[in-house]
């Protein structure tokens, strides 16, 4: 697909010279990341557990919150955490009970199936919850938009305390008390907390309360909980800079000293050799997760997070490892399927995708969506469809403000929910013609042509003689990397093909030897193997790359990872 380059507005010479300590390349990664100060650098290049976390009884509804999860380990009373299916709501959930269990109390855990019940609470399970004599739910990754159930659990003499991020409507439910950095009025200073990274902030608020009374679990206790921020953090793709990039820094050695075995025997069975980084917890871990929740039932990925028996961790890994290959092949077997259809004449790809079937499980139609978002670069609405209504999930392009359309045909829909780049739904069929036209009439107005063609953002033009270890080293002071903290984009002009060919399955990779007049460079693109077909030797081309390392029988040397070419 065609691809507009656009390389970064450089950074000012006052911001140039303010830190003359700094190369050229890392002062221009500094200022794309919108990090301009003394503070926020060394934030972001040294974060500190002590100094960079802040205060949780900033966030408003924490001190409510506490108090009430405080009064009812005095009271011994019944707690019930109502945790979501995804990695996020797994891991808050595990950080919460195990906090609650250190101190004495052994939470019932409700996470719901999420092909019957669907997201966040339900009326059905509300009564449930009460007939095993709750007298106190937790909401960890949901809760923000269910008024009825909210309602139906104080009839039925139950407390709510709401931990959330989901995006706040202006109506909130009656719960007594709400945690959600969202929230209007709120004054917390970071406001892209994953819902775990909310249940860590109760947490932290709980024990600081705690302690101040009486001395119940040792300091620093909840660091060791920073290994399921860490996942969730990255798994539901939050930003990581602020608050977020501490947490994930301090989660990931955590991580590596590894003490759950749950985790250990994760690792083990997706044969994770290298070191841990954002790429391990988003694509090797976070997956495993979340395939559990997507293709039977999550309360296995909650299990393997806090179960104590290793023989249990080699069994809940293996199960986890085995869905998690089962819904790669029924995800890529569906693309396949909606492909098909945008290829057909009546399918045509507009400015919005809308598509659903009876035979595709709720649980991958948003990692459908997600897939067909990036190959088409349009917004794509992927749903089931059932007796009477159906279910999906939405993605978009950064133009397009996803729940902002879906909030539009609200009178439509039964419930949704979401973020700008993410949203699910439920429709009744008798009005699902009508939300597709409704969506498309949005989409038709607010997107222009030029913002269906994909934007890269490079940082910066490089020379070949800039690019050595040196240089390497400087850009892995960025990481982790993840969302509003990529990996760096280079660009090299007028390099020349010495050779090239086609690499791995189905010939799909680019595999490439460059050359300038004073240096030359191996190059790797993934999935660019059809660039065989338009270029030839001698061509001279435009490199857009990720600079990285390839490893082989002990020697290091550096690599292009070409994201995109064109032929001078």
Known sequence: MQKQWKINKKAPKAFLNKFP??????????????????????EFFNPDYDEDLHDPFLMKGMKEAVERIAKALKNKEKITIFGDYDADGVCGT???????????????????????????????????????????IITIDCGITDFEEVKLANKLGMDVVVVDHHEVHDK???????????????????????????????????????????YELPESWEKWLLDLVAIATVADIMPLL????????????????????????????????????????????????NAAGRMAHATTAYEVLVTKSKKEAETLARRLNEKNQERQ??????????????????????????QGDENWPI????????????????????????????KGS??????????EAISECKELLKDFGGHPGAAGFTVPNKNLKKFEQRLLKFA?????????????????????????????????????????????LFLIKDLKISNFRAVGNNCSHLKMYLTSKIKGFQAIGFGLGDFCDKIKQSDKVDVVFELITDEWNGARKLQLKIIDLKKV
């Open 21 to 42: 300590e700094y190369s050229r390349m890392t002062l221009q990664l500094l200022w794309d990341r919108k990090l301009k100060t003394q503070k926020a650098i060394d």
């Open 94 to 136: 595990a950080i919460l009970s195990e906090t609650l269990k250190a101190l004495g109390n052994d939470p019932d855990i409700y996470i719901p199936d999420r092909n019957k019940e669907g997201y966040g609470l339900n009326l059905e399970a509300v009564k449930e919850v009460a007939a095993k004599k709750t007298n106190l």
């Open 172 to 214: 909130i439910p009656t719960a007594v008390a709400i945690v959600n950095p969202c929230q209007k009025g709120e004054k917390y200073p970071f406001k892209e907390l994953a819902a775990a990274g909310v249940a860590f902030k109760v947490v932290q608020a709980l024990l600081c309360q705690i302690r101040a009374t009486k």
């Open 242 to 289: 602020g608050e977020n990039r501490t947490l994930v820094k301090y989660g990931l050695v955590v991580l590596a000293q590894a003490k759950r075995l749950g985790l250990q025997e994760l690792m083990k069975t997706a044969r994770i050799k290298s070191t841990l980084d954002a790429y391990t917890l988003g694509y090797i871990i976070g997956p495993r997760l």
């Open 329 to 354: 092949r029924l995800t890529n077997r569906i693309i396949q399927e909606v492909e098909s259809r945008l290829n057909l004449p009546a399918g045509g790809r507009g400015k919005l995708i809308f």
């Open 363 to 390: 649980g991958i139609v948003g990692l459908i969506a997600g897939r067909i978002t990036d190959r088409y670069y349009r917004p794509t609405v992927i749903f089931q469809k059932t007796k009477d209504e159906s």
């Open 394 to 403: 939405a993605r978009s392009i950064p133009c397009f403000n996803i729940i």
């Open 444 to 488: 038709n107005k607010k997107i222009k042509k030029e913002d269906l063609i994909p934007l890269l953002n490079i940082d910066l033009e490089l020379e070949p003689e800039e690019l050595n270890f040196e240089i390497y080293e400087e850009i892995q002071r960025f990481a982790p990397f993840g969302k509003e903290n990529p990996r760096p």
